[in-house]
């Protein structure tokens, strides 16, 4: 069966002017669709550009080229009102839920806020009965309702903040790293109240988190990204299986294995160096100044972005029979 398109990014572009002629290639040139239902994960180092992808995609910021479709609307497009409905399909969970909760408001205040804006429930009666709701459906109660949220633990804090993206049924989540600033124990928690409120009410997920090990646990298909760039794309469990690209098999090899026979025998891949800044990224592949598989050609020539394997897609000159081959990079030095 087809699956539906739900969300299409096409050639996203997000550059930052930082003056003195200096541009910060925040996201540059990135394109992948989400099916309606599915979990479809981001995963990088801090500085690598994911969670300005998902807050250009979510309409936070201004793109600075390609489209951003949802349900067929290119939402970059909308105008004012179109993107005051638009808003009530799309919403956000962020990473530290402290900072993004009103210490003065009231968990009712809070959650019960989208609401008015978006002038949802006749009376505050009604409004007060569904933010009830929200709190059992996130695992609260209605005794947290009059509360503060400084009177929270973080991972209740979290939970209070999936309420609020859930007061206005939303079709789509971005999640941004919603569970980086919790402790290892509460993490698991909110992925299975992720994953249980996904099922009971048909929600898309966009997860974007620098952990590949979590990462793993909640999506369907994963998209790792390195500097602004998407280098590989396919389901989670071919991503563990056998990842293709340098940089996601350095990024696995870092994740312990509990098991001590496998975790013994096998290779570690050591990156050196620092993640270069986006602000002079490195020419042709912007991987080559840490890859430890680097020729010639990947400073020369930028790996286009191809389909190596069913479903599995990957941008590197590895698997690039016609780069491999001598063919193109016959041709770009030629062409010098
Ligand atoms: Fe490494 Fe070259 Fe592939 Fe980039 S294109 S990941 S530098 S082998």
């Known amino acids: 069966m087809k699956q539906q398109v739900l969300l299409e ?3 996203l572009k997000k550059y930052f002017n930082l003056g003195k002629n200096e541009v910060l290639k925040a996201v540059d040139d990135v394109s992948f669709k989400i099916h309606k239902g599915e979990t479809f994960g981001i995963v990088g180092e801090s500085g690598c550009g994911k969670s300005t992808a998902g807050r250009t995609i979510m309409g936070l910021y201004d793109r600075t080229a390609g489209e951003v479709v949802f349900n067929n609307q290119d939402i970059h497009a909308l105008k004012d009102k179109e993107k005051f409905s638009f808003h009530r399909k799309m919403q956000m969970i962020f990473q530290d839920p402290y900072a993004s909760l009103n210490p003065r408001s009231t968990v009712m205040e809070i959650i019960s806020e989208p609401m008015e804006v978006h002038k949802l429930y006749r009376s505050k009666k009604d409004r007060q009965k569904r933010v009830y709701q929200l709190l059992e459906d996130v695992g609260l109660n209605r005794d947290h309702a009059n509360r503060y949220p400084h009177e929270f633990s973080g991972g209740q ?7 609020r993206a859930l007061a206005l049924d939303p079709e ?5 790293e919603p569970i980086s600033a919790l402790d290892v124990s509460v993490q698991a928690q909110v992925v299975n109240l992720l994953m249980r409120l996904q099922k009971e009410k048909g929600l898309t997920y966009l997860f974007i988190a620098h952990d590949l090990s979590m990462v793993k646990q909640i999506s369907d298909r994963i998209a790792v990204m390195y500097l602004g760039n998407m280098v590989e794309l396919t389901t989670s469990s071919q991503l563990y299986k056998s990842p293709l690209h340098p940089y996601t098999q350095a990024l696995l090899s870092a994740i312990p294995i509990p098991d001590p026979d496998i975790e013994d ?3 570690r ?4 160096g620092d993640l270069p800044s986006p602000i002079n990224p490195p020419s042709g592949c912007v991987f080559r100044t840490r890859c430890p598989h680097a020729m010639d050609v990947c400073s020369q020539k930028k790996p286009v972005w191809q389909e190596a394997e069913d479903s599995h897609f990957v941008a590197c000159h590895l698997y690039n029979k016609e780069v491999m081959d001598g063919k193109e990079y016959d041709q770009t030095a030629a062409a010098k």
Do not use: P, S, T
């Open 9 to 11: 990014v096409n050639n």
């Open 157 to 163: 804090r979290q939970r209070i903040g999936i309420a």
């Open 172 to 176: 789509f989540i971005i999640a941004d």
């Open 265 to 267: 025998a096998r290779e």
């Open 269 to 272: 891949v050591i990156l050196k």
